[in-house]
């Protein structure tokens, strides 16, 4: 059972806008720490998407976006697109286990 | 150009032990953590383990602590993975990753080396 929870699934029509949830808990996004988003394309490594809860690297579409509040966040990819078919996961520190978590990966399909 | 290389998996049997190996290019390979995080067939991914720059900390999920131990050549720009008393459930593909910063994210990963335990 993963510590940061996030829906299985979600899906959306091609230009639509979907969120991803990532809860979390107050040793771990509530006590501060950033929180991190990568996509995971099948076959392939994870690829950071969002660093620090709300920062994109260079190279990734500006229509992917990250948000952050009290122990939860959320990823929104507006203008959902075929090729954003993948995996999704998130991942902080816990202050409790003194470890890096991860979220327990959400699929993403384009309708 | 970051570049890490991930080698050293295969197919050993439950108790047997087997040491995984990343080797880093296009970074001060000393300024940077690194991490192993591992992924069971079909399953999300899991962080296992993370070394400071120096080598000098250390740190490591439950479900392998006193079982692997992870170092560091900054000599020869390579990270490892020493795996001893292996289980079934250490079965995964296991990818060494850059660390941005100490408890940030993970900027660069690995190509990722399968590790099967089974008799």
Known sequence: QSVLTQPPSVSGAPGQRVTISCTGSSSNIGAGYGVHWYQQLPGTAPKVLIYGNNNRPSGVPDRFSGSKSGTSASLAIIGLQAEDEADYYCQSYDSSLSGYVFGSGTKVTAL | EVQLVDSGGGLVQPGGSLRLSCAASGFTFINYALSWVRQAPGKGLEWVSSISGNGGNTFYAD???????????????TLH???????????????????????????SWGQGTLVAVSS
């Open chain 2, 63 to 77: 479900s392998v602590k006193g079982r692997f131990t992870i170092s560091r050549d900054n000599s020869k720009n």
């Open chain 2, 81 to 107: 993975l020493q795996m001893n008393g292996l289980r079934a459930e250490d079965t995964a593909v296991y990818y060494c990753a850059k660390l941005m910063t100490w408890l940030g994210s993970h900027d």
